[in-house]
């Protein structure tokens, strides 16, 4: 079966990035000329996804918003000649599909969020990309893995190499290489200690499951923290001799929810312009 939908975890409190977060979702900061969210819709839509399954919370509602059509702007603009601006805010308007918005009513973690969207999603293979981790890829890393499911319909999560100093920030694999870039996983450990951390693989937001994670989902307990973790789902599926896959996939990540990682996102994508690549060197200099 094709992976058509995408699961779209947005709900977090976004507390690393207070107080704009208080007011603005973390997924809605502006990166250059657009939303972080816009990024990530943008890899689903270019891999082929369809449905786009949002988890929001209380407060988050913009989120979907931004993707809806305001006719009065509409008609504002097309009244005042604004042809290109229009042009612009069409663009936006139309680029989901068919969009599912889902409310997450209790802060309760990221394996809560995802088995929200379970009767959305239905009984098909389906994508998820964290709202706050932008991949720079040539090929989208979130479509990079749909080929890796097409050619073998197992479970996938994207991984990166990162600095031991930073593996108490992510969920780190640990398993065995079955082929380049390839690690089928024994273990998970969310968010370990340096010195427990079995690797410096770390999960980054972007994965394929099966429908069976729900089942998953379900059965596990709430973490210490408070949260149902995903990475609990994904360790409990392993036990029970199913397959999921650890990909190190060809690209760029950023982290755009803390202060250094949403800098480095900025700079990132604004040296990607010409002109403002050109301001940036110019502003280092005065810098220097
Ligand atoms: C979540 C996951 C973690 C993963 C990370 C990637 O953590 O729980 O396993 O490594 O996303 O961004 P969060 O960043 O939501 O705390």
Redesign the pocket.
Known sequence: MEVKKAVLPVA?LGTRMLPITKVVPKELLNIVDRPTIEYVVDEAIEAGLETLIFIISQGKGNIIDYFDTNLNLRSFLRERGKMELLKKVEEVEDKVEHLIGIWQKTPE??GHAILMAEKAVGDEPFAVL?G??LVDAEVPCIKQMITMYKEHPANYIAIEKVAWEDVH????IEGEEVSSGLIKIKK?V??PKREEAPTNF????RYIFNPEIFEYLKRIEKAPSGEY???DAIQLMINEGKEVYAYLFEGKRF?T?NKKGYFRTVLHYASKDPELKEVLLSFCKELS
Do not use: H, P, S, W
């Not at 920030?169 to 780190?172: F, H, K, N, S, T």
């Open positions: 977090g973690g990221l964290l706050d981790d920030r992510y969920g780190i998970v969310e968010k770390a999960i980054i937001g973790q995903l990475t982290d929810g």
